[in-house]
Structures are given as structure tokens and as C-alpha cells.
């Protein structure tokens, strides 16, 4: 578990695990809203060197961002009420590809996600906490 006490520090976990992504990685992230899990994504593509602007793809369910090191395929989960609406998205393409995969309320609908997924779990503690869990650390 790692406790974040602001946003610069749930930023700074991010940039730290970027360090350690691959091609071909999936991050799944579950949390209720305002958890932390966008900024942990603007730390990781950040942290591949990457200068492109990061927010919630709410409505548009993908944003890639590819100036880094590595493409990240930033999902949400968030507005997706049947997984056919992921169909014409091609999301195997995504699972598949030459980039990462990091998927915000992931937990609505993990048997989408391939088995190789790593849960990352946010949680408020307090107003500037959050609790951030790996796996099935909790
Ligand atoms: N330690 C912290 N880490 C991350 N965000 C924090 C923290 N403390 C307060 N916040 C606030 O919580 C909100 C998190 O927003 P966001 O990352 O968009 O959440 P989510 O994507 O989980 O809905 C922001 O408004 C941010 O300012
Ligand atoms: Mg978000």
C-alpha cells in the first residue's frame, strides 16, 4: 500500500512506476471518484516524458497519449454501460499493442480485462489522503 498526502505525491508514485511499464502492460484502476486515479495517470505519462495533457476520457472512453516513451491508452470505464459499446473501439487492438493500457473504473467490468492485469485500488483517507492498494493487497 502506498499512502499518497497530496496530489504531487499521488503524481510522483505515478512518474515512479512508469519507470517500470512495458509494452503490452494493462494497469486497472478502481476507486470512487475523486480518488486520485487521473492524477496517478498524468504521473505516469509524465514520467514516460510525455508532455500530452491528461484527463478522464469520461465520454470519449480513450485518450492516447504517445510522445513518451511508451503510448498509453488511457480508458474509463466510467460511462460504459454494456461492453458491446467497447466493440467498434477495438479494445483487443489496445490490449494487444505496442503501448500500455491504463483503464480507470476498471472494476465495472473486469472480465474484459486480460488476466496480466495489475490492480491499483485508490481509496480517500482524507480530505489531501488517499490510499492506494496493489493487487489484492487489501
Ligand atoms: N493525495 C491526493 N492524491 C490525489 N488527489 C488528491 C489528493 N488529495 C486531494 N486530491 C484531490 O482529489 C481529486 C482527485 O481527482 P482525480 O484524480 O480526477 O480522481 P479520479 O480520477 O479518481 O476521479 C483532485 O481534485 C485532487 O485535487
Ligand atoms: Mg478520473
Request: with cysteine; aromatic share 12%.
Amino acid at each position: 500500500m502506498f499512502i499518497s498526502k497530496s496530489v504531487a505525491e499521488t503524481v510522483a508514485y505515478g512518474g515512479r512506476r512508469a519507470g517500470f511499464l512495458h509494452a503490452g502492460d494493462v494497469l486497472a484502476l478502481a476507486g470512487d471518484l475523486g480518488t486520485g486515479k487521473t492524477q496517478f495517470v498524468k504521473g505516469l505519462v509524465a514520467g514516460l516524458g510525455s508532455d500530452d495533457e491528461v484527463t478522464s476520457p469520461t465520454f470519449t472512453l480513450i485518450h492516447e497519449y504517445t510522445s513518451g516513451r511508451l503510448p498509453i491508452y488511457h480508458l474509463d470505464f466510467y460511462r460504459l454501460n454494456h461492453r458491446d459499446e467497447l466493440r467498434q473501439l477495438g479494445l483487443e487492438d489496445y490490449f494487444n499493442g505496442e503501448g500500455v493500457c491504463v483503464i480507470e473504473w476498471a472494476d465495472r467490468f473486469p472480465e474484459i480485462l486480460p488476466a496480466r492485469a495489475e490492480w491499483f485500488s485508490f481509496e480517500t483517507r482524507s480530505e489531501s489522503e488517499r490510499a492506494i492498494f496493489l493487487g489484492d493487497e487489501r
